[in-house]
């Protein structure tokens, strides 16, 4: 038993990006950068330069800024409000939570969901996808040094690390360590820088760090282009940013729909299952020379009436 929740493959990742981008089904990343560079008109360019503002919630809360941006409104019920900026005009998105709002650049897409029939929740996930770079290719420490500043703004916002409720809470090195050893879907600190050798070594997985600020959970994944992941030359990157709601988040920890819409009743005995898995892990990984951060406590569930 296990609370990892569902996690995007290397080449989903990378359809979304071009797809973003207005590139056509593309087998990697290569493709996407070499793809040739047209010029704007100035209309265009007024609107790809226009930054969009997005927010949970209240679907007026936001403004995608742009006459292309859409409403895809489905048969099944749900609405996604879409923008895409070219790959030759990349755009920037500006999130809103009061204190913890934060903006991200060189943005390629950006989508969010809400569901008609829980007007009360509004937007309740937003996916954004940014590049490390506005050109064909980025040097490796450019792309790990731009991720790394997004994750000093974020901290700097009060946001705080979030580690599944299942999982070791392991700090800094140790983490890495985990993450090398033994579970490639383990959220990294965003607290510990990397050297070189380190960012390489990661990128052969789908790294992640995870997030949460006042009842919000933040999500970034990175994934690099393998046929690039030369330290001697320069790669490709895209990073995949997830904002969820509470509602958003915790719907993912079940698979029915009549559960999903139970989650608040559901959600106390779901997480004591999982939470009772942690002891048993860190005593493990204390034999092995681990230091746990016994400081680290869950994010408060706010649709619960838990506080800090």
């Known amino acids: 038993m296990t609370d990892t929740r569902p996690s995007p493959t290397r080449r989903r990742l990378w359809m979304a990006g071009a797809a973003a981008c207005g590139a056509a089904a593309l087998p990697g990343a290569l493709r996407l950068a070499r793809r040739a560079f047209l010029p704007l008109s100035?209309?265009?360019?007024?609107?790809?330069?226009?930054?969009?503002?997005?927010?949970?919630?209240?679907?007026?809360?936001?403004?995608l800024h742009a006459p292309g941006a859409r409403i895809d409104r489905q048969p099944v019920g749900m609405?996604?409000?879409?923008?895409?900026?070219?790959?030759?005009?990349l755009g920037s998105v500006r999130y809103l939570q009061g204190p913890?709002?934060?903006?991200?650049?060189?943005?390629s897409g950006v989508m969010g969901c809400s569901d008609p029939e829980e007007p009360q929740e509004g937007v309740y996930d937003w996916q954004v996808q940014a590049f490390a770079m506005a050109g064909d290719r980025v040097a490796h420490e450019l792309a790990r040094d731009r991720l790394f500043a997004l994750f000093h703004e974020?901290?700097?916002?009060?946001?705080?690390?979030?580690?599944?409720?299942?999982?070791p809470r392991l700090l800094g090195h140790d983490a890495l360590r985990y993450f090398l050893q033994q579970?490639?879907?383990?959220?990294?600190?965003p607290?510990?820088?990397?050297?070189l050798q380190q960012w390489m070594r990661i990128n052969l997985d789908l790294p992640c760090w995870q997030f949460w600020a006042d009842g919000v959970y933040l999500k970034v994944q990175v994934i690099d282009e393998p046929a690039l992941r030369n330290p001697q030359g320069e790669g490709v990157y895209m990073f995949s940013i997830d904002l969820q709601s509470e509602a958003g988040y915790f719907r993912e920890y079940f698979r029915s729909v009549a559960d999903m819409k139970r989650w608040k009743e559901l959600l106390p005995a779901t997480l004591h299952g999982y939470r009772h898995l942690r002891p048993a892990k860190e005593a493990e990984?204390?034999?092995?020379?681990?230091?746990?951060?016994e400081h680290?406590?869950?994010?408060?569930?706010?649709?619960?009436?838990?506080?800090?």
């Open 42 to 63: 100035i209309t265009q360019q007024a609107m790809a330069d226009l930054p969009a503002t997005i927010a949970l919630g209240d679907p007026r809360s936001f403004d």
């Open 79 to 89: 609405h996604f409000y879409e923008r895409d900026w070219p790959v030759n005009a």
């Open 100 to 107: 913890h709002s934060f903006d991200i650049p060189r943005v």
């Open 154 to 167: 974020l901290l700097r916002a009060g946001w705080q690390r979030c580690i599944l409720s299942s999982e």
């Open 183 to 189: 579970d490639h879907t383990y959220s990294l600190d």
């Open 191 to 195: 607290a510990l820088p990397l050297d």
């Open 285 to 293: 990984l204390r034999a092995q020379g681990y230091t746990i951060d």
């Open 296 to 308: 680290y406590r869950d994010p408060p569930i706010l649709a619960l009436g838990q506080t800090v």
